[in-house]
């Protein structure tokens, strides 16, 4: 795979720095969406409905979307490489606290404190490595971090699966939450001290900045697109579970986790994808990702797993694609404060993570799986007519731009 390829390189070449990074992002996803694999289960336990058992997906997506453009002005005042550690030990607090839940209200909740924790570590690590690593090694550092996140997202799920089938699904939480404490500790420990951080002085006039942004039309047009981005891929994931749990796959929890090695083939395109963004444009590779994810959407509603699974795998690519085509024109078309702008893309994009585990559920109820399907068609459909009418052709590109390439989790 070309992820843990680029990844293994990276340690390989600077092992003692990047390795917390690496962690870091790891941490970060590991926790997120670490419920999808056991929503059937969990409707089981706590005798829920679909539409509130997915609100502890709903709920973690929710918290980030919440705190995602707040994490940088904290880390600003107080240190980043504070802010990355105490983040990763709450969420460790956090995800066993989802251990001890009684009920269906309690585990949404510890799930929402999750969301709120999340940003400190991923939103704050990129800042920390441009911040403090070499220019000429910043972006290695920034993608092997980001190829952590690939592999904590994919791990939380298949552990949660595993666990869950062979034990208990509290222990899936436990087993999670002292990881992440675990990784706390490395992280106050391995990461280095920060030697360019600087206290933000700047009065800083946050509302207006972020009112900008949102009236750039380019721009509201992006966070739209991240929007649909996050809610096909959660929407897919989430009720694709409820689907094969019931006849006539009947898959267990732990083969309901294995299904998200799709995921990281999803992810092993995304290399290129940058190579296609720049030769084709961006709006070209939006709209020929939102044609992947019609067409993975509709295999998937084949009465056979293995053909289910090509669907999937196909809807992952086109949402990788789009998604780094989406963060990528970011840089192009915001001309002051990118930073904020891609704060604000981020609670876009998770609060439609939020939107995509919910609002599948009474189409299910009602449909079924092809009611679900359908609906992820639409969107993607209003993917492809966003980057058509909302982007130009051409935009010319504002110096200084860096551009930042980031992955669903």
């Excluded at 030769?279 to 509603?301: D, Q």
Aim: hydrophobic share 55%; with cysteine.
């Amino acid at each position: 795979m070309a992820t843990v390829k680029f990844l293994l390189d990276s340690l390989l070449e600077h092992p003692p720095r990047t390795a917390p990074v690496v962690l870091a992002g790891f941490c970060a996803f590991l926790n997120l969406f670490v419920t999808q694999p056991i929503l059937p289960l969990l409707a089981a336990i706590f005798h829920a409905g679909k539409a509130a058992v997915s609100l502890t997906v709903t709920a973690a997506t929710f918290g980030v979307a919440l705190a995602a453009p707040f994490a940088g002005l904290i880390a600003d005042r107080v240190g980043r490489k504070q802010v990355i550690v105490w983040s990763a030990a709450i969420l460790g607090l956090t995800t066993l606290g989802c251990a001890t839940a009684n009920n269906l209200s309690w585990l949404i909740f510890w799930r929402f404190l999750q969301g709120l924790a999340t940003p400190g570590v991923f939103a704050v690590t990129v800042a920390y490595v441009n911040d403090e690593w070499p220019a000429a090694r910043a972006a290695s550092a920034v993608g092997a971090y980001v190829s952590g996140t690939v592999l904590g997202g994919f791990s939380g799920r298949v552990l949660a699966g595993l666990l869950s089938q062979y034990l208990n699904w509290r222990w899936a939480f436990v087993v999670v939450g002292l990881i992440s404490l675990g990784i706390a500790v490395i992280l106050w420990w391995g990461l280095p001290a920060e030697k360019k951080f600087a206290v933000a002085t700047r009065r800083s006039h946050f509302l207006l900045d972020a009112l900008s942004h949102v009236r750039n039309r380019r721009l509201l047009a992006t966070y739209v697109c991240g929007f649909c981005v996050l809610f096909t891929m959660v929407a897919l994931f989430t009720y694709v579970t409820f689907h094969l749990a019931a006849p006539p796959f009947l898959l267990s929890p732990g083969w309901l986790g294995s299904i998200f090695c799709v995921y990281l083939v999803g992810a092993a395109v995304t290399p290129w994808a940058g190579r296609g963004i720049d030769r084709f444009g961006h709006r070209k590779a939006v709209m020929g990702a939102s044609a992947l994810g019609v067409a993975g959407a509709l295999v998937s509603l084949a009465p056979n797993v293995w053909v289910i699974l090509v669907g999937l795998t196909l809807c992952s690519c086109g949402v990788f694609i789009a998604q780094s085509a989406a963060v990528s024109y970011i840089g192009t078309v915001a001309f002051h404060n990118r930073a904020l702008a891609v704060g604000i893309y981020v609670s876009f994009y998770y609060a439609g993570g939020s939107f995509g585990s919910s609002a599948p559920a009474w189409l299910w109820d009602r449909f079924g799986w092809p009611g679900c399907v359908g609906l992820i068609v639409c969107v993607q459909a209003t993917l492809a007519m966003i980057a058509t009418f909302g982007w130009p052709a051409r935009v010319a590109k504002p110096s200084g731009t860096a551009y930042l390439r980031t992955y669903p989790e």
